[in-house]
């Protein structure tokens, strides 16, 4: 784990008061820095999320158009088909 000079001090100042200080803002500053690290992969992950999403959205729009396109020579069809009868 990378200390700056803040924390350093933080655990300068928590050693001179016992040991169980040290620990206890060592713990303190861990947690901290692995929030951070979390939050930035769930930053990570919902910008693919959303990426994604976006991608199933233009591919469902393709296929109303397709499913509209079927539907309009189907029409077409029945329509020759009755008009020959």
Do not use: H, P
């Amino acid at each position: 784990m990378e200390v700056n000079e803040l924390e350093a001090a933080f655990l300068e100042k928590a050693l001179s008061q016992g040991l169980w200080a040290a620990v206890a803002i060592f713990l303190f500053l861990y947690l901290v820095k692995s929030s951070e690290k979390r939050d930035l992969r769930q930053e990570e992950r919902e910008a693919q999320y959303c990426k994604e999403i976006n991608e199933l959205s233009q591919n469902f729009n393709t296929i109303l158009t397709i499913q509209k396109d079927i539907a309009d020579i189907k029409e077409f069809i029945l329509t020759l088909k009755n008009d020959s009868s």
